[in-house]
Structure formats: C-alpha cells, structure tokens
C-alpha cells in the first residue's frame, strides 16, 4: 500500500490523533519534519527543528527531496507532516509533487481545528518556539492547507478527507481517521 500523508497546521493535534489512529490500524508513522530535521542537523544547517523553516526555500526544497527518498525507503507509511509551511518569505508547499510521487501517495487526510482552540494549544505548548499568531492567521494557514492539498490530489490522484479535531475528542477524530484508512 502507498503512503498516507496525515497533515495539519502546528498545534492542530496531528500527532496525538496519528499516534491513536496508528495503535489502531497497525501503520508505522514517520514524522516528515524529523526526517528533514536529521538531513539538515546533518549538513550543519540548524541545531534544532524550529529554525529549518527558516531556511532558504531553495536549501528547504532540497532537504525535501533527501528527506523523501529516506521515507520511500522505509515502505508503506503514516507521514506526519504539514503542507503549508509558514516561512518569512510565504508559505513552501510541504510536499511538492515530486515529494508526493517519491512516496507514492495514495491518501492525503488534513486534520483541522478552529482556529481558537489551535491558538490555546500553541500558547500551553512550552515544547515549541513558535511564531506568534492570530486566529485569523490559523484560519489562512489553514485555508493554505487544503489548496495545497487540492493541488497534490490533483497532480497524484491521492485522495483528501477533512478530520476535525474537536477539543477533548481526540477518540471521536481517531475513529474518523481509521474510517478514511479503511
């Protein structure tokens, strides 16, 4: 089986819902970010993962491309990852289509939120350095999301279904992403 990219802007909750979708439907989860984050750590580009979005677009989009080939390696995968990437100079496509044909990509599922409650999340996660935003900010990186969803499915014929992660229901959005695996 392809790939299965699961996305959604930072502090969505991505990761817990793939983490209980993953224990459910036995795939193995690669995180996309990590996977850059070693190739760039690697080059002697960045110390820690917030500072790649900083990054030239063009060293970003080759960090993409080695970080793919690393995930193709790896078989039929859950990938963590976010499609917009809010960078100084604009949002970069997370996964471009030559990213998306390397992984064989079969489903896209973006997990969405309101924008309020991604704010709260982002503003109690002390893990994270993270650029300040408004609400209206998260609706259009969310927004940005699904267009470049829109435009991967376009291009690869992968699939795109919309999870809403709901505050305290992260049982009710795991179920949904198990319902768009099956």
């Given at each position: 089986m392809p790939a299965v990219i699961i996305t959604g802007v930072p502090g969505v909750g991505k990761s817990t819902v793939i983490e209980a979708a993953r224990q459910h439907a036995g795939y193995s989860v690669v995180v996309y970010g990590t996977e850059m984050?070693?190739?760039a750590r690697a080059r002697g580009?960045?110390?820690d993962r917030d500072e790649m979005r900083k990054l030239d677009p063009s060293v970003?989009?080759?960090i993409q491309i080695a970080a793919a080939e690393a995930i193709a390696k790896k078989g039929d995968v859950i990938v963590d990852t976010h499609f917009a990437i809010k960078t100084p100079k604009g949002?970069?496509?997370?996964i471009p289509a030559w990213v998306a044909e390397k992984l064989r990509l079969k489903q896209i599922v973006l997990v969405e939120a309101s924008p309020e409650d991604i704010l709260k999340r982002r503003q109690n996660d002390?893990?994270?350095q993270r650029d300040p935003d408004s609400a209206a900010d998260i609706a259009d990186h969310q927004e940005?999301?699904?267009r470049f969803a829109a435009a991967v499915s376009t291009l690869t014929g992968a699939t795109v279904k919309v999870v809403h992660n709901r505050e305290g229901k992260v049982d009710e959005t795991r179920d949904q992403i198990i319902r768009a695996l099956a």
């Open positions: 984050f070693e190739v580009l960045v110390k970003q989009r080759e949002y970069l496509p997370g002390p893990s994270r940005t999301n699904r």
